[in-house]
């Protein structure tokens, strides 16, 4: 691939950041990324990566796709092989490990893939090695960014905590739910500086009151509880104000429990600086009382320090744009989402297969933000959709969006996971392709583009009408 004249900025070293490194590296652009901490590294456990993003990473690379089948785990069982959840009532006090006794409430099928997962950590060790060396600067916290207003060609100004700067003809956050670009993207769009504190909240996610327990329990523990066959496939706990994930990792040797808590308290910190506190097996154990012995017992065999885990969005703040200038948002920077589609992951993959196809068709830097604006039109509105939609799953999980109506809970849920999985993503790239070249056209001289015409209409509305 041959090289293209323009150096890109990546902030963040997470899964997203990384992906999107490798894809553009595939694609001849020079890039270096920033990275806070002084390693690459995830928090979190398990992560669910299921049709759609397998289909995202393809396009990206071959290599990284390679990777995540290298630590990924699926249902263990030929007959689960395309579900991706059995959802069982949690709160019966019917044994998992009797089958026949607890029938599951119905099945979530449909999905090529099953369950697909993996542990965070492992999947971005095996992206690394898929980096040039010395592609990456660490110890590098985000402070500013500077020249995002000016339409020259002049390189955007990177201000990092400890005094140093840094230069790119563009710049990408893929800084997380926790991100700092999208505070300086808000400000640019606000045309404000970046430390108005009352326009910078409009970039804050906020609480979705639920937080959730996670624990990885030894498989040996698990089958004790669950039995095999509930153990080692993937299920769904439903109850009230409450629901569990399980699901193996560890290629079957773990089961990796995920216990979500709606409520009506505030988080102790609103701005979501502080997004885990210390608990305990007990606390966890009072939180599910009134769920039966198999979510129960399960929770008995968590460590006894836990943590619980805020789950904070930015469906009260969607942002009317993921980009400004030469500064664009990938991933959660741009569209953090409660987990409950199991999708979260795999958005952000799509996302950066759409951006990084978009990117290594360019010749210059003058058209990296016309290649950002229909990136902006293809996923804006498919990535807010899932923010808004997962809400709405978890209410469902927790009888609070349609009771115990079963067939109707059932019916809703699969219509929305199909509406995540089934993504034509080549021929969405195709679109996004097409309008960057009306783009580009209606962006150039008269002289040089006679025969100019209406840009696509952005995607958006179409996703955002249902949600």
């Not at 997470?14 to 020079?30: F, W």
């Not at 009317?320 to 990938?330: E, N, W």
Request: charged share 25%; glycine share 8%.
């Amino acid at each position: 691939m041959t090289a293209k004249p323009f150096h890109v900025a990546i902030v963040g070293g997470g899964i997203t950041g990384l992906a999107l490194a490798i894809s553009l590296h595939k694609r001849g652009v020079s890039f270096t990324i920033y990275e806070q901490a002084a390693a690459f590294g995830e928090i979190g456990a398990g992560v669910g990566m299921h049709a759609n993003a397998v289909r995202a990473m393809k396009i990206c690379d071959e290599g990284l796709l390679a990777g995540f089948e290298r630590v990924a785990t699926r249902n263990a069982w030929a007959s689960k092989k395309d579900v991706w959840f059995d959802v069982l009532d949690g709160t019966s006090t019917e044994p998992a490990n009797i089958p026949e006794k607890l029938a599951p409430l119905f099945i979530l099928t449909g999905h090529e893939d099953g369950h697909a997962a993996c542990h965070r950590a492992r999947f971005l060790e095996e992206m690394v090695p898929l980096l040039p060396a010395g592609s990456a600067q660490f110890g590098k916290r985000l402070v500013s960014v500077t020249g995002v207003e000016e339409d020259g060609g002049n390189p955007l100004t990177l201000v990092f905590e400890d005094g140093t700067t840094a230069q790119a003809d563009a710049v990408l956050g893929c800084d997380g739910i926790k991100s700092r670009t999208r505070a300086v993207l808000v400000a640019a769009l606000n045309k404000v500086d970046n430390k108005d504190n009352a326009i910078i909240d409009k970039a804050k996610p906020t609480y979705s009151h639920k937080f959730v327990y996670r624990g990885l329990i030894p498989m040996v523990d698990a089958v004790a509880v669950l039995g095999e066959e509930r153990s080692a496939n993937a299920m769904l706990w439903m109850g009230p104000d409450r629901h569990a994930l399980t699901f193996p990792v560890n290629h079957g040797q773990t089961l990796n429990l995920v216990a979500f808590v709606t409520t009506p308290e505030p988080w102790p910190s609103q701005d979501a600086q502080q997004l885990t506190l210390p608990a305990t097996r007990d606390d966890a154990l009072r939180d599910f009382a009134g769920f039966g012995p198999n979510v129960l017992g399960l929770l008995g065999k968590a460590a006894p320090q836990m943590d619980r885990w805020a789950l904070f969005d930015l469906a009260e703040h969607p942002l009317p744009q993921f980009y400004k200038g030469r500064l664009c948002l990938v991933g959660d920077a741009a569209h953090a989402s409660t987990p409950h589609h199991g999708a979260g992951a795999g958005m952000c993959i799509e996302d950066v297969a759409v951006l990084a196809e978009l990117m290594g068709t360019l010749k210059s830097k003058e058209e990296l933000p016309i290649a950002f604006a229909a990136f902006d039109a293809s996923r804006r509105g498919r990535d807010q959709w899932l923010v808004a939609s997962s809400r709405r799953s978890a209410d469902l999980y927790e009888w609070r969006a349609r009771g115990r109506d079963f067939a109707g809970i059932a019916d809703e849920v699969r219509a929305r996971q199909a509406y995540i999985w089934n993504i034509d993503l080549d021929k969405s790239i195709a679109r996004a392709k097409e309008d960057l070249t009306r783009r580009l056209a209606l962006a150039m001289p008269a002289a040089a583009a006679p025969n100019k015409s209406v840009p696509f209409p952005p995607d958006i509305d179409f996703h955002l009408r249902w949600r």
